[in-house]
């Protein structure tokens, strides 16, 4: 079993910076990416950024050039960061963190705000 937390989202001014995490632990080893998802009041979830296991990187055009997806592991413990620089009020929405993996794993936590006013 596969535990997902969310962390860092906020309220922040247009042109400003947050960064998430989510912490992935238990049997991290079916993990093969995770990604960060956000989904706006009156929008479908789209996918935002996502990272492999062996660190390749994809970006939703609206974001790229601006956020930045990392991930951190350790003693069977992945962090994966999501560095948001120069925010627009339409980057608000609750992001979540998703993992997919072997078996058929496909997990969501449990979402995080993030507000960036005008």
């Known amino acids: 079993q596969v535990q997902l937390v969310e962390s860092g989202g906020d309220l922040v001014q247009a042109g400003g910076s947050l960064r998430l995490s989510c912490a992935a632990s238990g049997s991290t080893w079916i993990i093969d990416a995770i990604g960060w998802y956000r989904q706006a009041p009156g929008k479908e979830r789209e996918l935002v950024a996502s990272i492999t296991s062996a660190g390749s990187t994809n970006y939703a055009d609206s974001v790229k050039g601006r956020f930045t997806i990392s991930r951190d592991s350790a003693n069977a413990r992945i962090t994966v960061h999501l560095q948001m620089n120069s925010l627009k009020p339409e980057d608000t929405a609750v992001y979540y963190c998703?993992?997919?993996?072997?078996?058929?794993?496909?997990?969501w936590g449990q979402g995080t705000q993030v507000t960036v006013s005008s």
């Open positions: 998703n993992a997919k993996g072997r078996f058929g794993y496909d997990d």
